[in-house]
DNA sequence: CAGCATTCTATACACGCGTTCAGCGCTGGC
DNA sequence: GCCAGCGCTGAACGCGTGTATAGAATGCTG
């Protein structure tokens, strides 16, 4: 069953991969660690052969990007399965960020959300479903407050959480790229205390604002703002 | 009357349009709508200018965003200023987004956090500072909890603000540029909700996270680690 | 073995980039 | 008058890019 071999972090040779697989895992290495703009000669030089090869198998730098992009989400869904959804809870983002296996998948995460993008699209949609069923647990279990409009919730934390991290990495991008790891740790160490006083004594002390709001869109003067494409 | 000797005094730029001045305004225009790898053809297009004048007066492409950079910062300082401090609290971000005036700033700041780069990083701190103001403000007032680490917590609100805002723009990219505060406008309707719950009620139900957590790491009051403020 | 398809390299092409440079018109000072 | 300086243009240079193509190496199939 799990024939798979898993694509070693940099040092072994991956000989065993076909020479379109070695491509793509190397393009996958480039554009996390340089964003897309990486040349496809560099990509070539770093799989051992030529440019026109790369052309060859993939027709175009964009169908490579396409390529890199569907055989991300495949490990993606294959590391969730594997050993994250028992044990990490909601803390998949944590444990994605920091463990050093994941190192070039998160790495190219990061480029595409930085640089936006159907795989973005697909990750953040994911993670929000993810959220939605984490949140739903732990309000049944009683140790989540529920919300008014759950979903609207989990997408507003995984924004926000996505999101800072990759503002600080942006603000403040390692020199080593293999640092990422440690960069996201020292970012969730920045990030822990004032998110946990958060999530649990809040940041408001009266209810005012919320119950205007409230009070606000259960009567909605819609006529002010129109609402396109919903 | 004829342009005097051109002064080239840093700090107080004349206000009419020089050629320099619109080349420049171009650049932040361009820059802004679509990154920096905007070439400078058609920056100097834009001008009404040759693509060499844009290299005699900036010396470099580099130079000339270095230019676009303080430019902006300025604005930024001035608009602070004139009319934002006093009235808009807290919520500075989301008037600077949606106020149509400050289209090409924000445009460009927007840019800046997705490319990284020495104005984001200031435009940063300075939020982080204002936001510490604000919130010891509030915290004077009582209408906001205290934090153990005002600072950090600041940080914390500014980062997932403008990444989660970020993060939402970079996934849904606007046709038209113009549309930008339309789509911050979205995005401030998309997540009020689950915010202001969230400033008001929390997430979690019990404190065990944040107690287990707080004597995890001890008493963490800015003295145990010390951050280079640099 | 021959024939053929596939993999792969080397070279070349066309293009866009940032930048340089010679030179233009103009203005002000001597 | 002439010269100097400035703003400015248009052409050109060198380079790197993605991509196309011809042909060599390689291996499979008859």
């Known amino acids: 069953m799990l024939t798979m071999r898993s694509t070693r972090s940099r040092g072994a040779e991956p000989e065993d991969l076909t020479t379109r697989a070695r491509i793509r895992d190397a393009a996958v290495l480039r554009f996390g660690r340089e964003g897309f703009g990486t040349s496809l000669r560099v990509i ?3 799989a051992g052969v030529s440019a026109g090869l790369v052309i060859h198998h993939f027709g175009t730098k964009e169908k490579l990007r396409q390529a890199c992009d569907t055989h991300i989400l495949e490990e993606i869904k294959h590391a969730k399965y594997e050993n994250l959804v028992e044990s990490t809870g909601g803390r998949f983002l944590e444990y994605f960020a920091t463990a050093e296996q994941f190192a070039p998948i998160f790495a190219y995460v990061l480029r595409s959300l930085q640089h936006g993008g159907p795989l973005a699209r697909s990750f953040v949609d994911h993670m929000v479903d993810d959220a939605v069923e984490y949140m739903a647990d732990g309000v049944a ?7 008014r409009d759950e979903r609207a919730r989990a997408r507003y934390l995984v924004l926000s959480s996505l999101g800072s991290g990759l503002l600080s990495i942006t603000l403040d991008p390692p020199e080593d790229p293999s640092d990422l790891a440690a960069l996201m740790r020292r970012h969730f160490d920045a990030i822990t205390l004032p998110a946990l006083e958060m999530y649990t004594e809040g940041v408001l002390t009266t209810r005012r604002m919320l119950d205007e709001y409230l ?3 259960g009567d909605p003067p819609a006529a002010r703002e129109e609402r396109t494409a919903g």
Chains 1, 2 share one sequence.
């Open 215 to 217: 009070s606000y869109v």
């Open 141 to 147: 279990a009683g140790v989540i407050v529920p919300s």
């Open 44 to 46: 070539a030089a770093d």
